[in-house]
């Protein structure tokens, strides 16, 4: 892969990892407020619904920093790029896309079928 590619692709990385820690930050800080400004009942409910969302989003938003460290661990090691069920080259132009990627586009979409044919079997035995 071209290095500068790579580096483009790392400095998106980075600044993606940086967005998000930003963001969680902020999250936290109106988290605080929201949990001590309220009283009332449906103030309290509102506010621990909001609190549950955002707790939601923080949990996406660290599984995304996650891959981001990892990708940035593989740029290190020499192995990004390279798919982590195949082992064929991801093409760059998907990296620059999803610079994250861990997989090639037919792992993914075989292993996207997985994981719906598992909800769906999951589901219909409830």
């Known amino acids: 892969m071209d290095g500068k590619i790579l580096e483009q692709i790392r400095d998106s990385l980075l600044s993606k990892w940086r967005q998000i820690e930003r963001h969680t930050v902020r999250d936290l800080e109106q988290s605080e407020d929201l949990t001590s ?3 009332e009942i449906i103030d309290i409910a509102q506010s621990l619904e909001q609190l549950g969302r ?7 938003e660290r599984r995304e920093q996650l891959a981001i460290e990892r990708a940035l661990a593989k740029m290190s090691s020499g192995s990004f790029g390279t798919c982590e069920d195949c082992g064929e080259e991801i093409p760059a132009r998907r990296l620059i896309v999803l610079p994250a990627a861990r997989l090639c586009a037919n792992c993914q979409a075989f292993e996207e079928k997985q ?4 909800r769906f079997s999951g589901a219909a035995a409830r």
């Open 37 to 39: 400004a309220h009283a």
């Open 115 to 118: 994981a719906a044919r598992s």
């Open 54 to 60: 955002d707790a939601s989003l923080r949990e996406a």
